[in-house]
């Protein structure tokens, strides 16, 4: 849970960049009742903050005008970077990010000009990032322990549970972090299975640092063994496929977990596993450069289905469309006008 302590800084930093807010809104902003918020109150003033309050319908808190902490100074790029990093946390599956990134933005704002603060609120208020968002609030506690000891080189013991819910304790070595399809993954090697594994941080029920160290190996690559590791998973079919085009070109129009992508004279041999050939020929279907399917040939006969329906449906009579639908006349339509 977010600490009473941090709440009671989340506080004051709303207070020094907002002139004055009412209770209410400042209960609002941090989750808790306004008795609550009465004791985050009590607690900056123990600590020589002079806050005051005014009392009635409209009232409101605020600090002695001319108080300021001494800030932290940030040029346009790095306040830049930093709000757009803020989004993003919205979006990672941390537990109670929310309130994390109403305080640092708080901070943020607090230390701009007021040019640049206009800028941010106005990209904070029009931008949105499209991630996957996790079902799962995870404790950040988890994620910078385990931060922690991949920086360190230090072991840590886990209780995990697995998918079909059975519990294990295991130390493990974690090499490194990663978000991937709207998970935090911990990497490295488990000493229980003596191999390399990964763990989603959603079912780790406890962790904590032991005394041992690790070397871990050189230039680990936390995303690429994750994506890999998805590539290669056994499948029910295997797949080659030789794409004509470079290395580059190939990873940029499919996507890494498709398979194993090896540079070869002739062009980009991959390497993949399936369960269903058509999904897999809808892939191909839709690549800008030529190909030749090494294996198996049910994927060629997969290929033709999927090019026959498009044929098809690029044959089809062109239905009778109501007037005025094509000119954005149809209110609400999203799209607005159309050309064609």
């Keep these: 849970m977010y600490s009473p302590t941090t ?15 009412s209770g209410p809104e400042l209960a609002n902003r941090l989750g808790v009742d306004g008795r609550t918020l009465r004791r985050y109150i009590g607690k900056l003033e123990d600590l020589g903050i002079p806050v005051t309050a005014e009392r009635g319908r409209y009232g409101s808190y605020s600090l002695i005008r001319g108080f300021k902490l001494p800030p932290m100074m940030f040029a346009d790029d790095e306040a830049l970077a930093l709000s757009v990093g803020l989004l993003a946390a919205r979006q990672l599956g ?16 607090r230390v701009m000009p007021a040019a640049l603060k206009n800028r941010l609120r106005a990209l904070a208020e029009t ?7 996790s079902p799962f609030a995870n404790d950040n506690a988890a994620l910078l322990t385990l931060s922690t000891a991949a920086h360190a080189h230090q072991r840590v013991l886990l209780h995990y549970r697995s998918l079909h819910g059975d519990n294990t304790e295991r130390e493990f070595d974690p090499y490194g972090l990663a978000w991937r399809g709207g ?13 390399m594994r990964s763990f989603r941080l959603d079912r780790i029920a406890m962790v904590a640092l032991m005394a041992a160290h690790f070397e871990p190996p050189a230039a680990f690559d936390a995303m690429a063994y994750l994506a890999h590791g998805v590539a290669t998973l056994p499948r ?22 498709i398979g194993v992508f090896q540079p070869c004279e002739d062009g980009v041999l991959l390497s993949s596993q399936a369960d269903d050939l058509l999904w897999y020929a809808r892939q191909l279907a839709r690549l800008p450069f030529p190909f030749v399917i090494v294996s198996p040939s049910e994927l060629r006969v997969a290929l033709a289905t999927c090019a026959n329906q498009l044929l098809r449906l690029a044959q089809d009579e062109v239905p009778e469309v109501p007037d005025g639908f094509l000119n954005g006349g149809i209110s609400g339509n999203p799209m607005g006008s159309v050309s064609l």
């Design 127 to 133: 931008v949105t990032l499209d991630m996957r968002i």
């Design 236 to 257: 029910a079919i295997s797949i080659q496929v030789l794409l004509k085009t470079d290395l580059k070109t190939a990873r940029d129009e499919l996507f890494e977990s």
């Design 7 to 21: 709440r009671v800084l989340t506080v004051l930093e709303l207070l020094q960049t907002h002139s004055k807010m």
């Design 94 to 109: 941390l537990a109670e990010a929310a309130l994390a990134v109403e305080s640092a933005q708080a901070k943020l704002e």
């Design 183 to 195: 998970r935090w993954y911990a990497v490295g090697h488990c000493h229980l299975r003596d191999d």
